[in-house]
């Protein structure tokens, strides 16, 4: 199989690596991903391998035999990254059984409106296509045998973050901290969980909800599922922490602006459910009390 990233893009895997690897329950199976998810997908039940694609540029040729080398002997591929770049992996493999958009490839998933489907619904039909009929549910219980941080309960998690790039998909903070101190007086404790490089939203909700509690850059992948799933409610942007909250079934409120498409990535819970969705074409836009709507039927208070 082939996954390279994102977060949320290898949580919504989740249901294709179960149903991969039920087909495949007598073979070897093996996960070519990204360094920053190796270490979970070696926690995972779906792998007998993983491998740690570099991603080498074109003009590295020792970095492109290696991926030759890693790429080699297979009897069938899954691409579930089908990007371009995974594509031309078709070729350097030596044109392997594959299912993905390779050009040429052996089992294509030939939906031309397939990049106008959700990935949950993309990748089954990608599946279906390749000849698989039994989609198991995915156990997600290996998740959560590394416990989240001891935190006062209850807690409310929130994700200010978003990608770099895509500064249009964060709701301010400042709103995140008119949220937080709401909650902090409705009893629930703020925890707010990013990279280090959002720091700076932490510190600017904790400088509105000084109850609020900063664990941004203090966390690792491995620990989110655990801080989630003893979470009353998260309420982020569309960004990976929301689908690992989503895949172990913890309530979520999710914001999406204009530059992003809930139809195509929403967080999606185990049963495939969604989130709670809340939308503004511009963020920035949208009111805290929106928000506040939104999250207080999850917390039994609507």
Same mark, same amino acid.
């Given at each position: !199989?082939?996954?390279?990233?994102?977060?949320?893009?290898f949580?919504?895997?989740?249901?294709? &690596?179960? /149903?991969?690897?039920?087909?495949? /329950?007598?073979?070897?199976?093996?996960? @070519?991903?990204?360094?920053? &998810?190796?270490?979970?997908?070696?926690?995972?039940?779906? &792998?007998?391998?993983?491998?740690?694609?570099?991603?080498?540029?074109?003009?590295?040729?020792?970095?492109?035999?290696?991926?030759?080398?890693?790429?080699?002997?297979?009897?069938?591929?899954?691409?579930?990254?089908?990007?371009?770049?995974?594509?031309?992996?078709?070729?350097?493999?030596?044109? %392997?059984?594959?299912?993905?958009?390779? %050009?040429?490839?052996?089992?294509?998933?030939?939906?031309?409106?397939?990049?106008? !489907?959700?990935?949950?619904?993309?990748?089954?039909e990608?599946?279906e296509?390749?000849?698989?009929?039994? &989609?198991?549910?995915?156990?997600l219980?290996?998740?959560?045998?590394?416990?989240? %941080?001891?935190?006062?309960?209850?807690?409310?998690? @929130?994700?200010?973050g978003?990608?770099?790039?895509?500064?249009?998909?964060?709701?301010?903070a400042?709103?995140?901290?008119?949220?937080?101190?709401?909650?902090?007086?409705?009893?629930? *404790?703020?925890?707010?969980?990013?990279?280090?490089?959002?720091?700076?939203?932490?510190?600017?909700?904790?400088?509105?909800?000084?109850?609020?509690?900063?664990?941004?850059?203090?966390? *690792?992948?491995?620990?989110?599922?655990?801080?989630?799933?003893?979470?009353?409610?998260?309420?982020?942007?569309?960004?990976? %922490? !929301?689908?690992?909250?989503?895949?172990?079934?913890?309530?979520?409120?999710?914001?999406?602006?204009?530059?992003?498409?809930?139809?195509?990535?929403?967080?999606?819970?185990?049963?495939?459910?969604?989130?709670?969705?809340?939308?503004?074409?511009?963020?920035?836009?949208?009111?805290?009390?929106?928000?506040?709507?939104?999250?207080?039927?999850?917390?039994?208070?609507?």
């Amino acid at each position: !199989m082939i996954r390279l990233g994102a977060l949320g893009d290898f949580f919504l895997s989740a249901a294709p &690596f179960t /149903a991969i690897r039920a087909q495949h /329950a007598a073979d070897e199976v093996t996960l @070519l991903t990204t360094a920053p &998810f190796a270490a979970l997908a070696r926690r995972a039940q779906w &792998f007998d391998r993983v491998e740690v694609d570099a991603r080498p540029a074109v003009w590295n040729l020792p970095g492109l035999a290696h991926l030759r080398r890693q790429l080699a002997g297979f009897h069938f591929v899954y691409d579930l990254q089908t990007s371009g770049r995974s594509s031309w992996y078709h070729v350097l493999a030596g044109r %392997p059984d594959w299912s993905g958009i390779a %050009p040429g490839c052996s089992h294509p998933h030939a939906n031309p409106r397939r990049d106008a !489907m959700h990935t949950l619904e993309r990748q089954r039909e990608q599946l279906e296509m390749a000849g698989l009929r039994d &989609f198991p549910p995915p156990d997600l219980s290996w998740l959560l045998r590394r416990p989240g %941080p001891e935190l006062p309960t209850p807690y409310v998690l @929130l994700v200010p973050g978003a990608a770099p790039t895509r500064p249009r998909k964060r709701w301010p903070a400042e709103h995140y901290g008119a949220l937080a101190a709401l909650l902090a007086g409705g009893g629930l *404790t703020p925890v707010v969980i990013g990279t280090a490089a959002e720091a700076a939203l932490a510190a600017t909700i904790r400088a509105i909800c000084p109850a609020a509690i900063d664990l941004t850059g203090q966390t *690792t992948l491995a620990d989110l599922p655990g801080l989630a799933a003893g979470a009353a409610l998260a309420v982020g942007n569309d960004t990976g %922490p !929301m689908h690992v909250a989503a895949s172990v079934g913890c309530r979520c409120v999710v914001l999406f602006s204009a530059d992003s498409d809930p139809a195509l990535t929403v967080p999606r819970r185990p049963d495939g459910g969604w989130p709670v969705v809340v939308r503004a074409e511009d963020l920035a836009d949208l009111p805290v009390q929106d928000v506040v709507a939104a999250a207080a039927p999850l917390l039994g208070d609507g």
